[in-house]
Each structure stands twice: as C-alpha cells, then as structure tokens.
C-alpha cells in the first residue's frame, strides 16, 4: 500500500513529466510532410512538403494543400515555426504559405515568421492577409491573440546566400522549371550537416552545384512509363506531356544529378505520378540506381531522418 504522500508524489512526477519532456529541444530532424506531385489530391501522398527541426526551429519547405496537419501528425511543435521557404508559385506548392502560420497562431505560435519565395510573395500576403482579416481581428479581440500580420514578414529570393544566423546558412539556386522563370532549390548548411531540396526542376548545372557533397538531396521525381499511362487519356496529352519532361526530372535523371553532385544520401520525394500504387518502392529505387550507387532512400509521406 502507498502512503498519501507517495500517492500525492507520483500524481506530481505524471504532471510535471511530460512537460519536463516538451521542454526538452527535439533533435535536428528532416520529415518528408508530403511526396505526392501535382496539384491533384491524392489519397496515397499528401502534397509536397518536408520539415526541418534545426537547433529547435522548424523550417518548412514548400507548403502543399494539409502541411499543417502532416506537421501533426509527424509530432512537430508548430509554435517552433520559425521559416516557410516557398520553391516557386505552382499551387501545390504555395497553396498553405500562408495558411501554416495562420493556423500555427491559433494554436500556440506566438513568435515571429518569415515566409521566405519567389517575386510575387510579398503581393499575395497582402491579398491573403485581407482574406484573413476577419479571422484575426476577431480572435485579437475575443483570445487576446498578438497582431498576425505583425508577425508575419516576407522575403522574396533571389540566387544566394538567404540566411545566415546561429549556426544555419540556407542558400538558394535558381532551377529550371519552365514557364516559371523565379523557381529555386534551397540549402541548408549547419553544424557539419546539409540538406538540400531541389523544388521543381528538370536537370540543370545550378541544382548540382548547389547539392555538392551534400549529406542529403531531396530531388523530385517522375516515372515515366506510368506517367504515360497517367496522362494518356486526357485531353491535353501532349502538352502536358511536354511540359512535364521539359520541366521535372525523371527518376534516372536524379541518379545522374546525386551522381555528379556527389551527395551522400539521395531521398525521393514529389513523386509523379503520386497516387500510382503499380509504381513500387523497387522500381523507383532500381531506376535512380541506374547512375548513382550511393545510398537512396524512397520517400514516402511522414518519414523521418535523425540529423
């Protein structure tokens, strides 16, 4: 039998441990938020986005339709956000930019967030903010939220060194994504470690430059027998067709771009097509291998990588 003051004791230790826990700083993480490509839902990927825990900020890049709820579900702690980083204006890219930190500060986020992306940004946070208006005067007023859209600040990218602060230096490249000629892959450079996210491209010069010897390359990818199949009823067939290999980058490819870049670790994400079940594990992985026999890691929506 327990003692009142054993009783007491233990129900003390339950309350006060997992806050003793939370407020431990979650280890330097990459999570793969979402892998499926394109702007179409897809009820096998969710839409692209990775995560960042880097010396207890959260960096999110790329911000597909749900990010906020992938970064649940993966455990992150969205009042930690710190950096969106936006590749190009392509909606599954940019649809919750801004929609995130909305949602983070109606949570727990009470702390600035700068939304770093491609010329255009600065505009449609003026549009989104009006958007949101009501939302945030309302909840100022009823929760006694800080200001949002004092807190909200945007960069707009060009090639070059971004941030350079505690320890971090996230560079950025401009890639080829035509028609979109502002469209960057970003790297992050920290404590020995770098991890590098190639956006929408098809290959080029600059993403391999920038992705040297780095530890990990998260490249787009597509497959093109089942992206044949995926297309080859609709309407538009052949310019969508054009328009995907001249602007993304087959799996082959991104064994060739690993290879020549000369990274550690090459993860495959912003897969086209997403919601192809046909499509396995072995044959992405067999046919970025056909030119890079270094280690590949096939992605897939909430994985995790300790850094």
Not at 100 to 120: D, N
Not at 151 to 171: C, F, H, N, R, Y
């Amino acid at each position: 039998m327990h003692t009142r003051r054993q009783m007491l004791a233990f129900t003390g230790a339950a309350t006060l441990l997992p806050h003793a826990l939370h407020a431990q700083p979650m280890p330097d993480q990459l999570v793969l938020l979402g892998t499926g490509g394109g702007p179409t839902p897809k009820a096998l990927r969710a839409a692209p986005a990775m995560a960042l825990m880097i010396g207890g900020q959260l960096h999110i890049i790329d911000a597909g339709n749900g990010v906020a709820r992938q970064a649940a579900l993966a455990g992150l702690p969205l009042k930690n956000l710190a950096h969106v980083w936006i590749t190009h204006l392509h909606n599954d890219h940019v649809a919750d930019a801004f929609t995130l930190p909305w949602l983070a500060w109606s949570g727990a986020l009470t702390t600035p967030v700068t939304v770093h992306g491609p010329k255009g940004m600065k505009q449609m946070a003026r549009d989104w903010l009006r958007f949101a208006r009501v939302d945030i005067e309302t909840r100022m007023a009823d929760e006694g939220r800080p200001d949002l859209r004092k807190m909200i600040s945007v960069a707009e990218v060009q090639p070059g060194v971004q941030l350079e602060a505690g320890g971090l230096k996230v560079t950025a490249a401009r890639v080829e994504h035509p028609p979109l000629v502002d469209s960057f892959a970003y790297r992050f450079d920290w404590a020995g470690k770098s991890v590098v996210w190639s956006g929408d491209t098809r290959p080029c010069q600059a993403l391999i430059n920038l992705a040297r010897g780095a530890d990990f390359l998260v490249q787009e990818v597509m497959y093109l027998p089942a992206m044949e199949r995926l297309i080859a009823s609709e309407s538009n067939a052949p310019t969508l067709r054009a328009h995907l290999l001249a602007s993304h980058t087959l799996a082959e490819q991104a064994g060739e771009i690993a290879a020549a870049a000369g990274v550690k670790t090459l993860v495959l994400s912003h897969f086209v097509p997403g919601g192809d079940a046909s499509v396995t594990d072995d044959m992405w992985q067999t046919a970025a291998a056909k030119a890079f026999d270094g280690r590949i890691i096939v992605g897939r929506d909430l994985l995790r990588l300790m850094l």
